[in-house]
């Protein structure tokens, strides 16, 4: 096996800054108006794992928690960020209803849709939420492989659609691999299929898409479609652990999901969710940070020989070309949390973009376990 090559940290950030400069991040500048800093974790553990924001939220954003503390007495209603979300949306708040994230969202669409069984249609690998629970419904699901070029095959589930099809699944862009399907496909496709047909659109990375190609599918819910748009503030707003998302539909579907939530979200997750609509420019900041990143890290595996899946989100696929259960093994030996099996893509890993710091060490770590690809085909 050849010999594996270190990688300086002067050559992971070799750019950076002109990036940041051009995205309105200068170097006199703190990269976050708030937090200044990442959140640190102990003894130089490393997640990037599970697609969260590492930045965590902002100041403004803690300091409406703080003040939100004061209500925590009190069964709150909405709060105002029902209301606040239909301003950010231009939508009325019948369009809307909350959950914990988008997985409560998704197992409130799978409640009301699924009663007496049914069939799902979808992807794989995706985010699998919405199979999980198909065995409470006693539904099942019409699982559709991915393109070759790891996208979702629209014609394909267009013609799997039959009379028990209760709801299409598409994640876009889809996790794990980052791809998305466009906005003409979209509308395509939504043209081909039978107009009561609900088609549920999940949204939670589509702050991090650059592909102009894309758009929202929340204009198809304003045309009255029968089109269901999931999105999360676990992402870029950087509350995941707070647990607050939504659904976007016409006020019949929104009717038939109400009855099977559980107005579960607290206090101080509402709060934050308003303060962080209220900050544009952290949002824009970590968008940039994380295409800064993302770009640079791809740039460096892919200079060493390793296949990368372009990615529309906050996260990528690298193709290991090998079983990745050792490889994660491995990195966690180092304190580096990566992405979990994604069935039936074995042989890939997804990684999660983290901060400088974090995705330097991510490429020492690599390199150390990995090496250079063409030491993985000649070892």
Known sequence: MNEKKKVSRRGFIGGVATALTYAGVGPGLELMASPAQAPQRPDGYIKISNNENPYGP??????????????????????GITQAIADHHGLETNNLVLGAGSTETLKTIDDAFLKGGGNIIGTEP????????????HAEGKIIPLTSDYRHDLPAMAEAIDFDTRFVYICNPNNPTGTIVTDAEIREFLDSIPENMVVVIDEAYHHFVEDPRYDSAIKY???????IVTRTFSKV??????????????????????????GS???????AGIQAFAEPEVEARVIAMNSSIKKRVIGQLTDVGYEVIP??????????ARETDPIRRAFREHNVEIGRRFPPMDEHLRISVGTDAEMDRFMEVWMEVMGPADSQANG
């Open 265 to 271: 979200i607290n206090v101080i997750a509402k709060s």
């Open 311 to 320: 990615s529309e989100g906050n996260f990528f696929m690298v193709n290991a």
């Open 237 to 262: 707003y950087g509350i995941a652990g707070l647990r607050l998302g939504y659904g976007i539909a016409k006020p019949e579907l929104i009717s038939q999901m109400r009855s099977f939530n559980l």
């Open 221 to 227: 819910v304003k045309e009255g479609r029968n089109v």
């Open 126 to 137: 995706t985010f699998e939420t919405t199979y999980r629970y198909l065995t409470n419904t």
């Open 58 to 79: 902002s100041d403004g954003v803690r300091r409406a928690m703080t003040r939100a503390f004061e209500e925590s007495h009190m069964y709150v209603g909405s709060n």
